[in-house]
């Protein structure tokens, strides 16, 4: 197949780079218009509109809420008769996630100043999170234990897990993880309806603090719609990477990996760049040649076709550049010296260092976590971590001295605001001048 070409430096790139950057997430007016009314139904009806959207959209046959609730039972079981291979890479890769959440986590601090004030920050836990975790094309054991694990690091009280599933029946697969990482409930609803049920509660479903995990476009702008009732961890796009290579790689790794993120869906996004053109020929080649082993095939094609473009650079240093005004969501650096091009690097959600290293292993074990922001979002989103399950409580306690000190700063600020009792409230505590 015949992959679109781009060539920086060329009057024309900035344009081809701009439409290659769109954002192909579908916050199209018609789903904004029909989350918001799936939203306001289980708002206002709760369990009897979740049922009526998860026959709709999931389980036509569905009995009642009760048979959207998985019993405890169920997860245990699930974690005992998946296959012994299964487990124990759950097991792993949980285990590895949690390693790496353990240093993430944020703790108490405080200083005493010049006046004998105490000013510091207090973390806690948030009482009850809700995960989504997709369940349309694929299921997705490791996005269970990609939100999980670091909530429960965090300290999370309960986790909550909402995942559809099309006919009624959850993957053991996803059932095994959610009891590996510790979740307390799991209902097997999906879409708009799941978010508002954990936004809002449900006679069955509990409200949440927080709202996190990937999922469609109707996930997304449910997310979206119900931020500020519930904190949401970010609205997810499309998956993406951005392959940057010198052309000492083996071609066949290199295809591959882009097939690793095309065949997520056909709105992925793969690009590679490099400063040598005979490189980006043996890739496209190879990709012609492996595509059709993938059983998968169909999706990351359309993907190729929609959303890929192999990028020829006059060097690293404009790659860096490319990268930069890309924000991808995954960044390889299969170059000679990855830690030097990384150096230059602002703007990714996960960088994955040297030839070997390939993003599949952040998907699932690698440690760090795989909800990355997306949609160059990375510009000022975060990786999801221990601190998306923390907040924070500021500490002030002022002695008689500080009181003082800064009460006669604060009633100066208050008067010049207008704003009197402000004001007279500092100064009540200010100690009398010695004659």
């Known amino acids: 197949m015949k992959l679109r070409r781009l060539r920086a430096g060329t009057a024309d790139f900035p344009a081809a780079l ?16 029909r989350v918001a009314q799936i939203l306001a139904a289980v708002r206002r009806e709760g369990d009897a509109a979740v049922l009526r959207y998860t026959r709709q959209f999931d389980t036509p ?11 405890p039972a169920a997860l245990a079981e699930a974690e005992a008769t998946v296959p012994d291979a299964l487990r124990a890479a759950l097991a792993a890769a949980a285990a590895r996630l949690r390693t790496y959440a353990e240093h993430q986590r944020l703790q108490d601090w405080s200083y005493v100043d010049e006046f004998g004030n105490r000013l510091g920050q207090q973390v806690r836990p948030l009482d009850r999170v809700g995960i989504y975790a997709p369940g349309g094309k694929a299921a997705y054991p490791s996005s269970v234990l990609m939100n999980a694990v670091p909530a429960r690091v965090a300290g999370v009280p309960e986790v909550v897990l909402c995942v559809p599933a099309p006919g009624g029946v959850a993957p053991p697969a996803v059932l095994a993880a959610a009891a590996i990482a510790g979740v307390d ?16 509660g449900t006679e069955s479903v509990p409200a949440v603090d927080k709202i996190v995990g990937p999922g469609n476009s109707y996930v997304a702008t449910a997310k979206r719609q119900v931020f500020g009732r519930v904190g949401i961890d970010m609205i997810a796009g499309p998956s993406e990477i951005v392959i940057v290579c010198d052309g000492g790689s083996d071609p066949d790794w290199t295809a591959l990996d882009l097939f690793a993120q095309a065949e997520h869906d056909e709105q992925a996004r793969a690009l590679l760049i490099s400063p040598d053109a005979a490189y980006l020929d043996a890739v496209e080649a190879a990709i012609g040649r492996l595509l059709p082993t993938q059983p998968r095939a169909p999706i990351i094609r359309a993907a190729l076709e929609g959303q890929t473009a192999l990028i020829e650079v006059a060097d690293l240093e404009e790659a860096a550049a490319v990268v930069n005004r890309l924000a991808p969501e995954h960044l390889e650096l299969a170059v000679a010296e990855p830690s030097d091009l990384a150096a230059q690097i602002r703007h990714a959600g996960a960088i994955f260092l040297g030839r070997h290293t390939a993003e599949a292993v952040g998907d699932y074990c690698a440690g760090p976590n795989h909800v990355l922001p997306t949609g160059r979002s990375a510009r000022f989103f975060s990786p999801l971590g221990v601190y998306d399950f923390q907040k924070r409580s500021s500490i002030i306690q002022c002695s008689a001295e500080g009181a003082t000190a800064l009460g006669r700063i604060a009633a100066i600020l208050a008067t010049a605001e207008g704003l009197h009792a402000h004001a007279d409230s500092a100064a009540a505590r200010i100690a009398p001048a010695d004659d």
């Open 61 to 71: 046959d569905v009995a009642d809420m009760q048979a959207l609730c998985v019993p």
């Open 185 to 200: 409930r799991v209902f097997l609803i999906g879409g708009a309806q799941a978010v508002g049920a954990l936004a809002y």
């Open 18 to 33: 701009a439409a290659l950057m769109a954002d192909a997430t579908e916050f199209t007016g018609e789903v904004e218009r």
